[in-house]
């Protein structure tokens, strides 16, 4: 029982900087393998469903032009998003009250309302009447409009979780105060907001399949249309699943990583 214990807790390798030796890395690695492919095995096995890959490998282009046009948008948008995270953020502890009023007023409905909501009346109502009729850039800033209500949460809390001693010590030492966040404030601030940000860039990623409700070709949207031609589904879907997954979990294990470094 002592040995059977010890396969799936390591006291003293956890102790020593949370590592586990190989052996019993592999081995709790392969039995959880065990555990959850044994159920989905049996699931998909019961389905009175015949996979048919082969039709859907013909159309293997479309899936790698829209999986390689999400990592486009999510990366283009990500970046936007910060720049108006940046200015929300500014705004939010601005002298002026009606542009604090506005960052509120942004930052609450962005927040409070879904995403798919917010494509609709963007592109139908704003970007229609405005006159853009780029569906690639219009998605790419709706992206990045939703995702700044929650970059400029993320900048606002790490930079006040900055000591108010850092403050002062500049205040102290004859610093303006751009020179205070410049050198001083911000380059704290940067490292704990850095595990945030890059998960919001996995959300991202996530909610750029809500895009193809504008017909923006996309990964989602590609398969959609692969399975309406293949009349595959669970071939056509299964792919963006894994294709996301790709995706997402480097972003989310390095993640991780950037927030044990930061402790």
Do not use: C
Not at 232 to 255: D, H, K, M, Q, R
């Amino acid at each position: 029982m002592f040995k059977i214990k010890n396969l799936f807790i390591n006291e003293l390798t956890y102790k020593n900087n949370n590592s586990l030796s190989w052996g019993v890395y592999l081995f709790n690695f392969f039995f959880l393998s065990i555990l959850i492919t044994t159920p989905v095995y049996f699931m998909f096995a019961n389905i009175s469903y015949d996979f048919n890959w082969a039709h859907v490998y013909e159309y293997k282009q479309k899936f790698i032009n829209g999986f390689f046009m999400t990592i486009t948008i999510s990366f283009f948008a990500l970046i936007l998003s910060f720049i108006i995270g940046l200015f929300f953020t500014y705004a939010q502890n601005s002298k002026l009250i009606i542009l604090r009023f506005f960052a509120r007023f942004y930052i609450e409905i962005i927040r409070g309302t879904p995403l798919l909501v917010q494509i609709l009346i963007f592109f139908y109502v704003f970007a229609n009447n405005l006159g853009f009729e780029n569906r690639y850039i219009v998605g790419t800033f709706i992206l990045a409009i939703f995702s700044g209500a929650y970059v400029s949460e993320i900048i606002r809390a790490a930079l006040q979780s900055i000591d108010k001693d850092q403050y002062e010590t500049s205040i102290s030492l004859g610093m303006s105060n751009y020179q205070t966040y410049r050198y001083i404030i911000f380059p704290q601030a940067f490292k704990r907001m850095l595990p945030s940000l890059t998960g919001q860039f996995a959300s991202i990623i996530k909610d750029s399949s809500l895009l193809s409700i504008i017909a923006i070709s996309e990964f989602t949207m590609n398969a959609q249309e692969v399975d309406a031609i293949t009349y595959s589904t669970l071939e056509s879907y299964i792919p963006l699943a894994i294709g996301y997954l790709a995706l997402t979990y480097p972003i989310s294990y390095y993640t991780n990583r950037l927030e044990k470094d930061i402790k």
